[in-house]
């Protein structure tokens, strides 16, 4: 039968030029955005070509960027920077992060008001198409409406703006402060990298060549070398927390897959 669906968005905004990083996630009933799907859109964003590690990131005060605070202190002790910092918006106080809620209006005016079965995004007063009768859904599934929302983005990043762009688009004033200035976020386009960065540290005591994380077991060359050393650090990615761990040993980036068997 049918399934209702909802398609949430993880939005990132450059703050000197309105410029848009969005991920649609598609849940279904029960589900919510996770920390996961948080660093998989960050994965977007610090390897994109315009963006990077931002000198300071403004969220919202949910759980999905728990994680945030941590990763940042880590890469900013990697790195040897100072002032990268997290600041987390006081609940049902959205003037914290006006300026993307904004950006949000616009779009949802501008460009989702164009796809079928929009009905105005509010659930308690919808939308009616002609006589008073509701919106009819969406209805050309999942992967195409991925592909819409994509889209609008993409529109609203190119369409010129008045007021602080002065008639740029978010992209081209994006383009020009870069040109301007010459300074560009520091980028991690890196997989391993990234996932050094942006993980949980669980500590474990090596045994016969071998660790356990939860239900799961790992070995390989360099835990047999480390028989009998306590508390070591793993790093668990937020970005694929089910798959291979990190180990950062002697300047080298381990990658640790799950054995297939225990």
Known sequence: GERKIKAFLIGWM????????????????????????????????????????PLEFRVDNGSEFKFLPES??????????NGLSVVKCRPHHPEGKARLEGAFGIIKKSFFSALPGYNGGNPLKPL???????????????????????????????????GDLQGRSPKAMLEAKIAL??????????????????????RRDVRQGRITIGTRSFTGPVLAEMIGEKQVSFLVPWR????????????VIHRLAPDTCA
């Open 14 to 53: 450059d703050g000197s030029s309105g410029f848009m990083w969005v991920t649609p996630v598609i849940c279904g009933p029960g589900q919510a955005i996770t920390q996961q799907d948080v660093a998989l859109s960050l994965y977007q964003v610090l390897t994109c070509e315009y963006g990077g590690m």
């Open 72 to 81: 940042v202190t880590r890469f900013a002790s990697m790195a040897e920077l």
């Open 128 to 162: 009616l198409k002609g006589r008073g009768k509701p919106v009819a859904p969406y209805d050309r599934g999942p992967e195409r409406l991925l592909e819409d929302l994509h889209l609008a983005i993409a529109q609203y990043n190119g369409t010129a703006q008045d």
């Open 181 to 202: 200035s010459g300074w560009r976020a520091q980028q991690i386009n890196d997989a391993d990298l990234f996932d050094l960065v942006f993980s949980r540290e669980e």
């Open 240 to 251: 694929d927390p089910d798959g291979a761990i990190l180990h950062f040993r002697d300047g």
